[in-house]
């Protein structure tokens, strides 16, 4: 299992950026996936989506500005990022749920990609 | 939202000497299918978390089994027997039983 994150820079706030999870050893259609940002105040889920693709979750902090979506033939994940502020500067992880179920948490977690909003 | 509160923040430890940390939740963490979605992840410096327990007890493969988790409802502990170099970083507590998830603030381990 490999998850390589893409997409990661530096941004003005206001500004939009796409992260993508390149995911490799498993199928994207057999697992859940999440999005979790670390900043100097620790770890936050920021997003979910299920097996199906059909049902995705957001923090409360990005919802309405992030979404969460996949590309199974490409075995991509993806986070679309709108109206980045400060606040959201953090290095962004890609985690893999065990199977259609998050609760017990992440198996695999990407390197993480780095974005920094700042003017 | 579910507040998840660790202690100590930092952990000095003595090698070879037990550890244990301690992770509350504001809300019973038992879900409606019956199980405790408490989990724990290590993260050594410069990497990526790695989990280490999940379901209060369960060890993930290729965890040692000096790593132990337990608890119930509010409370839990993860519990190292005895502490071994590569167990430096910072531990977190997440929980998985109510949205939106939540990770504790981190434990920081190192070293005396």
């Known amino acids: 299992v490999q998850l390589l994150e893409f997409g990661g820079g530096l941004v003005q706030p206001g500004g939009s950026l796409r992260l993508s999870c390149a995911a490799s050893g498993f199928t994207l259609t057999h697992h859940a996936m999440s999005w979790v940002r670390q900043t100097v105040r620790g770890l936050e889920w920021v997003s979910a989506i299920?097996?199906?693709?059909?049902?995705?979750y957001y923090a409360d902090s990005v919802q309405g500005r992030f979404t969460i979506s996949r590309d199974i033939f490409q075995n991509t994940l993806y986070l679309q990022m709108h109206s980045l502020g400060a606040e959201d500067t953090a290095l962004y992880y890609c985690?893999?749920?065990?199977?259609?179920?998050?609760?017990?948490?992440?198996?695999?977690w990407g390197q993480g990609a780095l974005v920094t909003v700042s003017s | 939202d579910v507040v998840m509160t660790q202690s100590p923040l930092s952990l000095p430890v003595t090698l070879g000497q037990p550890a244990s940390i301690s992770c509350r939740s504001s809300?019973?963490?038992?879900?409606?299918?019956?199980?405790?979605?408490l989990n724990w992840f290590h993260q050594r410096p410069g990497q990526s978390p790695r989990r280490l327990i999940y379901k209060v007890s369960n060890r993930d493969s290729g965890v040692p089994d000096r790593f132990s988790g337990s608890g119930s409802g509010t409370d839990f502990t993860l519990k190292i027997s005895r502490v071994e170099a590569e167990d430096v970083g910072i531990y977190y507590c997440?929980?998985?039983?109510?949205?939106?998830?939540?990770f504790g603030q981190g434990t920081k381990v190192e070293i005396k």
């Open positions: 809300q019973s963490l038992v879900y409606s299918d019956g199980n405790t979605y």
């Open positions: 997440m929980q998985g039983t109510h949205w939106p998830w939540s």
């Open positions: 985690a893999k749920c065990e199977s259609d179920n998050c609760r017990p948490g992440f198996d695999y």
């Open positions: 299920s097996v199906s693709g059909k049902n995705t």
